[in-house]
């Protein structure tokens, strides 16, 4: 098998819809727990209480999430790259989770509300919109192979080459 380096491995793979789908699990359900199902407390409305532990497991997801863009950097994205394939949807992803990360960072740090406010519509708006785009690009980078090799997916034990 002469695998190209583009597709990966079913773990790899595997991995990077996970994280993904974790980012997008917890992030969603927090912000519909947040706006359409607060508690009352003691003081008038309160956050829902599993707010707290799904922005958590966001944030982990999140830093998954990192890791795995990373893994792709090298193999997939520098390869597809030079290969001349699916640059542009491959480009907008990118710059999609650059987005993402550049905003949950202000989320964390930001000091004033509207700064916050406006990375959090951002941040909401990007990742919302995230699974669409990896579908597409998916399908137009799938329209991109040059031959019938490239249907060749590599094994587990080519993890390695990404
Ligand atoms: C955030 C960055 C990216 C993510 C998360 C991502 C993810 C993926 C995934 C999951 C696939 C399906 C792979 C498979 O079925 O084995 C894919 C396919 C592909 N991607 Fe990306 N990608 C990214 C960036 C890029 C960039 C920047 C390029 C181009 C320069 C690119 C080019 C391609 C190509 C050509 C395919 C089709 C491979 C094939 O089916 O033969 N990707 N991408
Ligand atoms: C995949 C789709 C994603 C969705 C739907 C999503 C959604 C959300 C939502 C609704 C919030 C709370 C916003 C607020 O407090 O106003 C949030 C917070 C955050 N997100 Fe995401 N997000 C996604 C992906 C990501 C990714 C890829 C990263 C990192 C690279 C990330 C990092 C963060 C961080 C750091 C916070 C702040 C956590 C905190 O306030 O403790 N998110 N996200």
């Known amino acids: ?21 974790a980012a997008f699990a ?10 359409w199902f607060p ?13 707290h532990w799904l922005i958590r497991l966001h944030g982990a997801a999140a830093l998954f999430t990192l890791v795995l863009l990373g893994s792709l950097l090298t193999h997939h994205v520098r ?3 030079l290969a001349g394939r699916n640059r542009r949807s491959g480009g907008l992803l990118l710059a999609f989770n650059g987005l993402l990360a550049l905003t949950g960072y202000a989320l964390y740090y930001a000091g004033s509300e509207s700064l916050r406010a406006t990375a959090g519509n951002t941040h909401l708006a990007l990742g919302l ?18 031959n019938a090799e490239d249907e060749l997916r590599p094994t587990d034990e080519d993890e390695s080459i990404g």
């Open 1 to 21: 098998m002469q695998p190209n380096g583009v597709r990966l491995g079913s773990t790899h793979r595997a991995w990077l819809f996970g994280a993904f789908a």
């Open 26 to 35: 917890t992030g969603t359900a927090w912000w519909v727990l947040h706006h």
């Open 39 to 51: 508690t009352s407390g003691e003081f008038g409305a309160a956050p829902h209480p599993a707010e």
């Open 79 to 81: 390869r597809a790259w």
């Open 129 to 146: 919109a995230l699974p669409l785009l990896l579908i597409l690009h998916m399908a137009f980078g799938r329209r991109t192979r040059p």
